[in-house]
């Protein structure tokens, strides 16, 4: 097995003033490619530091992606501590040079002097393409490690991995096939409750069942080998069943975008009108595309199940929407939905039996709810069903 590090480096990485996201994105995008990273580390803006780490992970990793550092500022310490890792100085690369010189003339600007900075690279070292921005990548031996030194923008970054740094990894390694991971994302079930029922099942050799919480839903995933797919397979239904009512989704799409193709494939649009959610629902389905009417964030105002059940019809009627989802403001740690269809409109009344959650959290938990609502409509069950620590104490059709 190939062992494929990540540094991430920076104080505002390390100190946490912004979130890794390239971390995250990199560590899915190499699992897909059948190569799942084994560590991955970060480190401030100090050379030292960098030339240390470098030195160390240099003796144990096979790759390392290094990002960050290659800016035109004094805290851009990347490819210097590269450079002396290795023992080597850092040469302009002239190339590269003339390539931001044009960059910067197509438009009209003229390069700073600092800029130069971002042509040096360390000698022993090969370029590495940026077709997007103005930072010289570069790969580097060191020791057993194959280094990639790449910018901290994401949108250079991913550009660069998917178009530079993986074709030199298919041409340098034997890569494995890609594992297998089947996904199911559960709403309102604990994690303990869902792996009770799942842990007796026999799973095949090499596959593992993990869990993934993330309030308010819970994903189930169960991966292995990609030899072994046809048995995780013919386990699959098992751990679907447990899942029930409960399973939301398959997959890493989301619950908006495939209540969106649900609602387009049946020729429906939506209005939502929104309270202690304040536009997170609309927000949700605007970003999956789904054909919204007319919706609005109202202020709080009191109202009985009865009549936000009634408003949601007026509400659908006023958008000329087929159909109509409106989310009530918190009262006593109640709060009301209704949803306006064309068979009918359906009211719930909902309680939090927890409090300590922040307020976002509870608004994305309602959110959900108010999806499932209408993802339950869709299927032609009951629009009601048990959240956990949420509960329904009341419901009505008109």
Not at 145 to 165: A, H, N, R, W, Y
Not at 354 to 373: D, I, P
Request: hydrophobic share 45%; glycine share 6%; with cysteine.
């Amino acid at each position: 097995m190939i062992k494929v590090e990540m540094l991430s480096t920076g104080d505002e990485v390390l100190h946490g003033q912004i979130i890794d996201t390239n971390a995250a994105w990199l560590a899915d995008y190499f699992f897909n490619q059948g190569l799942p990273m084994s560590r991955r580390n970060t480190v401030g803006d100090s050379l030292d530091d960098l030339i240390a780490v470098l030195k160390e992970r240099s003796e144990h990793a096979d790759v390392l992606i290094v990002n960050g550092g290659l800016g035109p500022t004094s805290d851009d310490l990347s490819a210097q501590a590269a450079a002396t890792a290795a023992g080597v100085e850092l040469v302009m690369h002239q190339q590269w040079l003339e390539h931001m010189e044009r960059f910067f003339a197509e438009r009209g600007r003229e390069m700073a002097p600092s800029n130069r900075k971002q042509a040096l690279i360390p000698a022993t070292s090969e370029m590495v393409d940026n077709p997007v921005g103005t930072a010289c990548g570069f790969a580097l031996q060191l020791n057993r490690c194959l280094m990639f030194f790449t910018p901290g923008v994401p949108s250079e970054f991913k550009v660069m991995v998917d178009q530079q740094i993986m074709p030199r990894l298919r041409e340098r390694f034997v890569l494995p096939e890609p594992p297998v991971c089947l996904r199911l994302t559960t709403f309102g079930r604990s994690e303990s409750e869902l792996a009770q029922s799942l842990e007796p099942l026999s799973l095949p050799e090499g596959a593992v069942m993990g869990y993934r919480s993330s309030m308010p839903i819970i994903e189930l995933k169960l991966t292995g080998p990609a030899t072994q797919r046809a048995a995780m397979e013919a386990v699959w239904p098992q751990v679907q069943r447990v899942a029930g009512e409960s399973a939301i989704f398959e997959g890493t799409e989301g619950l908006p975008a495939q209540l969106a193709e649900h609602l387009r494939e049946q020729s429906l649009n939506i209005a939502v009108s929104e309270q202690f959610t304040a536009g997170l629902l609309c927000l949700q389905l605007a970003s999956a595309q789904a054909p919204l009417g007319n919706s609005e964030v109202l202020s709080a105002r009191p109202e009985t199940l009865q009549q936000i059940t009634e408003r949601a019809k007026t509400f659908a009627l006023q958008a000329g929407s087929a159909l109509a989802l409106v989310v009530g403001s918190l009262d006593d740690e109640h709060l009301h939905f209704a949803l306006h269809t064309p068979k009918g409109t359906y009211g719930l009344q909902v309680k939090f039996n927890v409090t300590r959650y922040a307020l976002r959290t509870r608004q994305e938990v309602c959110a959900m709810m108010a999806l499932n609502m209408l993802r339950r409509w869709l299927n032609g069950w009951d629009v009601a069903a048990e959240h956990g620590w949420v509960n329904v104490v009341d419901s009505l059709e008109i």
